[in-house]
């Protein structure tokens, strides 16, 4: 986390030992949470495995192994807050996890470590 048009010591005390001009990286861990009507013929909401290819498609594909302020198109411009990469996760699953009839996302929780994390249930 580093804002190049401010001083190395207004960086160190806003963002701490995360400002780095060359960034830095995590092990996130995302949980994806969707809201609905269970259909009785099949148990359940959604097809667990199809939930896992949207996840996959639109955000662990794009996240894993890359530089998040420069390798993921829907973080370009944007600080690699894990505030910020919650909301725009959730940004990105929301159209296709709600293609699925009756099928509604209802928050994304990231992890930055086992004890930060950020949730976002949308506006």
């Not at 944007?78 to 209802?106: D, R, W, Y």
């Not at 004890?115 to 506006?123: C, H, P």
Request: hydrophobic share 35%; glycine share 6%; charged share 25%.
């Amino acid at each position: 986390m580093y804002r190049e048009e401010w001083s190395e010591e207004k960086n160190a005390e806003v963002f701490g030992k995360c400002a780095n001009p060359n960034w830095h990286g995590h092990n996130y861990n995302l949980f994806v949470t969707i809201k609905g009507h269970v259909t009785h013929a099949t148990g359940y909401l959604m097809d667990l495995k199809d939930l896992k290819v949207i996840i996959n498609k639109y955000v662990v594909d794009k996240l894993d192994h890359s530089n998040i302020n420069k390798d993921v198109d829907f973080m370009q411009g944007k600080m690699a807050s894990t505030e910020l990469l919650c909301i725009e996760i959730f940004n990105q699953l929301k159209g296709p996890i709600e293609e699925n009839e009756g099928v509604f996302l209802h928050s994304v929780k990231l992890f930055e470590t086992e004890n930060n994390s950020a949730e976002y249930f949308g506006d």
